[in-house]
């Protein structure tokens, strides 16, 4: 039986990590959850799965919950530094990092720790903080297992095999709602329109940014940090049906690849059972209704996130840190309707260029990088 701490079950990869949960009675076991505004659901969940231990940042308005777990015989722990105890609760083996943006880094952080292994989606604790994440994981000799779904095709298709015999891996991606929109018509996009995502159904701050494509930025990052590849081995493929996952060629020319529907249940059922697989329920995949696969360059005046995470990378030290803060900031600007989708890109570019760069930044250096480049981006909002 492994035991599992979920950080964000309320979310859309919690709920999802749920539900791949249920149908393992036998061999997962949650101990452990926390969500943050959505306290309906939290006590939807604590009644059916009956944690050990459950955390909300906020005191308030907690009754219901207080009511639920007193049947389910759950510890109720709150405040926002009280999360680490989610990421650290001694009966897990295993903690699923699904806490959205830069406040799931430090929770992830300390379960590396604490000596937990990771199955990984919060891709912002990597593009922030890589090389330290990475060099702390070795240290206290934790797997981290992807979640997120290109970078678990990657890690599928290199099971058994060498990374030195890695001539590139190839990161795919759907191209978004905005694939093949007029260029002039892409400034006055809306907020629904970016949130109407053709193949996956996520988080509304990812969804934006699989609209920017800065998604595939962050993952470029998490990917260089993840397999220790270097930014030129890495290359973006458009894929508009998302059923390749993504890609590895190795030195020979032979290709691997990892295929499926678009279900993130999949990638997150493996990084559980890892490295396991087992037998599940979901639906089949049909050869004859995916007969054509299609594969494009991306469109780089009509995504320029891409480029500016490649250039964050060759910069390297804390400009990572400073575009994922700019980048959250800008989303989250553009949700509430003060900046237009195209502005999301300017606004973070601006920031990389005025944010105080750091050559080799400490934990710390980088709470200090993020505070100043979500102000720098804040003033550029106004
Ligand atoms: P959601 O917005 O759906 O869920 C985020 C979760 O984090 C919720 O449980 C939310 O609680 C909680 N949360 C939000 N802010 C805070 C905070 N400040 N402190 C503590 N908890 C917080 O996001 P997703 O599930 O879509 O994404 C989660 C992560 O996984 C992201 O990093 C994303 O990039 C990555 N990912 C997601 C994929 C997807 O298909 N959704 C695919 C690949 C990667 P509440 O809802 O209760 O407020
Ligand atoms: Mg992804």
Known sequence: MKHISILGSTGSIGTQALDVIRQFPGKLKVVALSGHTNINLLIEQVREFKPEIVH??????????????????????????????????PKSDMVLSAIVGFAGLIPTIEAIKAGKDIALANKETLVVAGDLVMDLAAKHNVNIIPVDSEHSAIFQCMQGEDYDMVRRIILTASGGPFRTTDLKKLQKVSV???????NWSMGN???????????????????????????FKIEVIVHPESIVHSLVEFKDRSIKAQLGLPDMRVPIQYALTYPDRAKNTFEEFSFTKYAALHFEQPDIKRFPALDIAFEAIRRGGNTPCIINAANEIAVNAFLKEKIRFMQIPKIVEETMESATPCVNPSINDLLETDIESRKIAEELIK
């Open 192 to 198: 629904k329109d970016a949130l109407n995502h053709p």
């Open 56 to 89: 909300v940042s906020e005191d308030k308005n907690l009754e219901d919950l207080k009511n639920a777990i007193k049947t389910s015989g759950t510890k109720l722990i709150t405040g926002k530094e009280e999360l680490i105890n989610i990421a650290t609760y």
């Open 205 to 231: 701050k990812i969804t934006i940014d699989s609209a920017t494509m800065m998604n595939k930025g962050l993952e470029v990052i998490e990917a260089y940090h993840l397999f220790k590849i270097p930014p």
